[in-house]
């Protein structure tokens, strides 16, 4: 079977996604059948773990990791119990792979290197197709460059029948292989943005339930958009002196660092000023001030509730955020009407507590915008539909968290998603 060419669909579509294997298959897809039998890649292990020292040229050996494979126009699943993804491989100095990494250029054969059939013959554990893989009768290595430096390399192999590569099938796959290293470059960003994202996300979560004295705790979350984007949502939930239990909603306007900043400052700082014992309205007043000098908190809104299971009394408190929402018993759910108080951060917040009397079983919600307000509609109504869905949902309060979640979902939220539910218990 003859081979000369890259496949121009596949190769049309590296880059186009921010994902490292899904760029490794889309590599892969490029080269494997039409422009040889099989292909693999490969990427450095340091390089993946962001080590900043540079490599040794001297090294004993280097450490790879497999990204995709494909043997003809079968799926990298096929060959998995051989050449299983993320394995991390160990190839000494004298491999054809290490002199491409240290040389910066592919590395052409004509056959399997004694390294390679030794690792292959004992990976395959008597599979009869490794025999057809140890037949190549053209074998090339070509490194991926970023900025001069080799961060891995792409294998391409063809077997008998096949014309061996020559210059023009390697200037080929070299160009191919700046392109791709390039996108798996910015798919490595990608990813430790990602990662960083969901490690501060995951820091401002409170426990998944919460138990307090006459009071459980739930909540629920959505981000807006991309999993790997930090929006301004932030909520906690803190056990006070005297058995209290403070829980407070918050949203700092926009996504992306700022925002991740902002909510990091006043959450700390809420959690300090609950610690203080300090008293709801003075705690906002407080948590005012810190906005007005924090980068990216001005207008951030947010509602306070302190539950008081001795005196079966919930005090209530916000600054520019939606209504919280009750259901007292089997009863109804109503809105609870607060006084006004603007955001924070404008050095003007002022606002009067509602201090609500619990004498029997109740569910708080608080919540943000993005559950109730749309571009389409006043939040007014939103809040009113939350407030039905409020009504019928049953079951524990994480059960109807996440009822409530689905119930207001969008395809496509425009906003963080955030539900901070408790079930209060009067004194008996």
Same mark, same amino acid.
């Given at each position: 079977?003859?081979?000369?060419?890259?496949?121009?669909?596949?190769?049309?579509?590296?880059?186009?996604?921010?994902?490292?294997?899904?760029?490794?298959?889309?590599?892969?897809?490029?080269?494997?059948?039409?422009?040889?039998?099989?292909?693999?890649?490969?990427?450095?292990?340091?390089?993946?773990?962001?080590?900043?020292?540079?490599?040794?040229?001297?090294?004993?050996?280097?450490?790879?990791?497999?990204?995709?494979?494909?043997?003809?126009?079968?799926?990298?699943?096929?060959?998995?119990?051989?050449?299983?993804?993320?394995?991390?491989?160990?190839?000494?100095?004298?491999?054809?792979?290490?002199?491409?990494?240290?040389?910066?250029?592919?590395?052409?054969?004509?056959?399997?290197?004694?390294?390679?059939?030794?690792?292959?013959?004992?990976?395959?554990?008597?599979?009869?197709?490794?025999?057809?893989? =140890?037949?190549?009768?053209?074998?090339?290595?070509?490194?991926?460059?970023?900025?001069?430096?080799?961060?891995?390399?792409?294998?391409?192999?063809?077997?008998?029948?096949?014309?061996?590569?020559?210059?023009?099938?390697?200037?080929?796959?070299?160009?191919?292989?700046?392109?791709?290293?390039?996108?798996?470059?910015?798919?490595?960003?990608?990813?430790?943005?990602?990662?960083?994202?969901?490690?501060?996300?995951?820091?401002?979560?409170?426990?998944?339930?919460?138990?307090?004295?006459?009071?459980?705790?739930?909540?629920?979350?959505?981000?807006?958009?991309?999993?790997?984007?930090?929006?301004?949502?932030?909520?906690?939930?803190?056990?006070?002196?005297?058995?209290?239990?403070?829980?407070?909603?918050?949203?700092?306007?926009?996504?992306?660092?700022?925002?991740?900043?902002?909510?990091?400052?006043?959450?700390?700082?809420?959690?300090?000023?609950?610690?203080?014992?300090?008293?709801?309205?003075?705690?906002?007043?407080?948590?005012?001030?810190?906005?007005?000098?924090?980068?990216?908190?001005?207008?951030?809104?947010?509602?306070?509730?302190?539950?008081?299971?001795?005196?079966? =009394?919930?005090?209530?408190?916000?600054?520019?955020?939606?209504?919280?929402?009750?259901?007292?018993?089997?009863?109804?759910?109503?809105?609870?009407?607060?006084?006004?108080?603007?955001?924070?951060?404008?050095?003007?917040?002022?606002?009067?507590?509602?201090?609500?009397?619990?004498?029997?079983?109740?569910?708080?919600?608080?919540?943000?915008?993005?559950?109730?307000?749309?571009?389409?509609?006043?939040?007014?109504?939103?809040?009113?539909?939350?407030?039905?869905?409020?009504?019928?949902?049953?079951?524990?309060?994480?059960?109807?968290?996440?009822?409530?979640?689905?119930?207001?979902?969008?395809?496509?939220?425009?906003?963080?998603?955030?539900?901070?539910?408790?079930?209060?218990?009067?004194?008996?």
């Amino acid at each position: 079977m003859p081979h000369h060419r890259l496949a121009p669909t596949a190769a049309a579509v590296l880059g186009s996604v921010l994902d490292l294997h899904l760029t490794g298959g889309h590599l892969v897809g490029a080269v494997a059948p039409e422009f040889c039998d099989a292909a693999s890649v490969y990427l450095l292990e340091r390089w993946l773990a962001e080590d900043a020292a540079p490599p040794t040229p001297d090294a004993p050996a280097i450490e790879a990791r497999r990204l995709a494979v494909r043997v003809g126009a079968d799926a990298s699943e096929d060959w998995g119990g051989i050449f299983p993804i993320d394995e991390v491989v160990v190839f000494p100095r004298d491999t054809p792979y290490a002199r491409a990494l240290a040389d910066g250029r592919p590395q052409l054969l004509g056959g399997v290197d004694p390294h390679t059939a030794d690792r292959l013959t004992r990976s395959g554990r008597g599979d009869t197709r490794i025999d057809g893989l =140890l037949r190549t009768a053209s074998f090339l290595v070509v490194p991926l460059l970023l900025r001069g430096t080799a961060v891995g390399f792409l294998v391409c192999t063809r077997g008998p029948g096949a014309r061996s590569f020559d210059r023009v099938d390697i200037a080929a796959a070299e160009t191919l292989a700046a392109r791709a290293a390039i996108s798996l470059d910015n798919a490595r960003l990608y990813e430790r943005e990602r990662r960083t994202a969901l490690a501060i996300r995951n820091s401002l979560l409170p426990a998944a339930a919460t138990s307090a004295p006459g009071c459980r705790v739930a909540h629920a979350y959505q981000p807006a958009g991309s999993a790997g984007v930090v929006g301004g949502d932030w909520f906690d939930v803190m056990i006070r002196p005297s058995g209290r239990v403070g829980l407070i909603v918050g949203d700092a306007m926009g996504h992306g660092p700022e925002a991740a900043v902002a909510m990091i400052q006043l959450r700390t700082a809420v959690r300090t000023l609950a610690a203080l014992d300090t008293a709801p309205q003075e705690l906002l007043r407080h948590l005012d001030a810190l906005a007005a000098d924090t980068p990216g908190a001005s207008f951030a809104t947010c509602l306070y509730a302190e539950w008081d299971p001795a005196a079966g =009394l919930c005090t209530l408190i916000g600054a520019g955020h939606p209504p919280p929402l009750v259901r007292v018993g089997g009863g109804r759910t109503s809105v609870v009407s607060l006084s006004a108080g603007l955001p924070l951060g404008l050095g003007s917040w002022a606002a009067e507590p509602t201090v609500l009397p619990i004498r029997e079983p109740t569910l708080l919600l608080l919540y943000t915008d993005g559950l109730v307000e749309s571009r389409h509609e006043d939040i007014d109504i939103g809040i009113l539909r939350l407030a039905h869905h409020l009504n019928a949902a049953r079951g524990t309060p994480q059960a109807i968290c996440d009822t409530l979640l689905r119930l207001t979902a969008d395809r496509a939220p425009a906003d963080d998603r955030t539900l901070l539910l408790a079930e209060l218990s009067p004194p008996t």
